[in-house]
């Protein structure tokens, strides 16, 4: 595997462009290195890198996850999710820890997002049974980044969001300080009052929410702000 890996290394530095690191860095608060890799760049090389290679069955699929995450530049924890969701046949219901570890580990929104709006939501979808039991830990997690993970899981649920476990995510952090909970619980409100939007704006209504997690709910509602 190793091999695999300095052949993607190879290939991403080919599609860096160096003039873009230091403003990729900068946008990320300088938290993580990057190689200056844009975004469609990284899809090319990619689409080169998965015609000679796949993982073979379950166990390589999360040794390479592993293997990118714990790399230095953030390129690599972008293909890592891409790889991740692109071989999601091969995922088992155990892996739930694996990706809960992902979303605890290198944290920051750009990670957390795709993690929760893709992974992890088509996770519980494919593993309903593990929905129940992971968002009561989520909901109760000390990690910040846990806990957005639990509101924002379902914004691609739509009809089939599940507005008790919705409520549930975002009741414990209405009066949080931090803005990544405030953000999320905006968010999640705002996508689901594409689906019901007088399920949200009676919630909005009915809670008290810290002024950004509102005007995010209302945000393309703007006359009932």
Request: proline fraction near 3%; hydrophobic fraction near 40%.
């Amino acid at each position: 595997m190793q091999s695999q890996f300095e052949a993607l290394e190879e290939l991403l530095h080919s599609y860096a462009v160096s003039s873009k690191r230091e403003g990729m860095e900068k946008y990320m608060k300088n938290l993580f290195p990057y190689m200056g890799v844009p975004s469609p760049n990284r899809k090319e090389a990619l689409a080169i890198f998965n015609e000679a290679w796949k993982p073979a069955n379950h166990q390589e699929l999360i040794d390479w996850t592993r293997l990118l995450w714990n790399s230095s530049e953030r390129e690599f924890q972008y293909v890592a999710m891409e790889h991740f969701y692109k071989y999601r046949k091969l995922w088992l219901a155990s892996d739930i820890d694996f990706v809960e570890w992902l979303v605890a580990t290198k944290s920051w929104w750009d990670t957390v997002d795709a993690l929760a709006a893709t992974i992890v939501g088509e996770f519980f979808k494919k593993f309903p049974a593990l929905f129940e039991t992971y968002m009561t830990k989520w909901i109760a997690s000390e990690n910040m980044w846990i806990n957005r993970t639990a509101i924002i899981c379902q914004l691609k649920y739509g009809k089939n969001t599940q507005t008790n476990w919705l409520e549930s995510a975002i009741l414990p952090h209405t009066k949080s300080k931090e803005f990544f909970h405030q953000k999320a619980i905006g968010w999640a409100l705002r996508q689901y009052a594409r689906t019901d939007l007088d399920w949200v704006v009676s919630f909005v209504n009915t809670h008290e929410l810290k002024p950004l997690s509102r005007r995010e709910a209302l945000k393309h509602h703007k006359y009932l702000l």
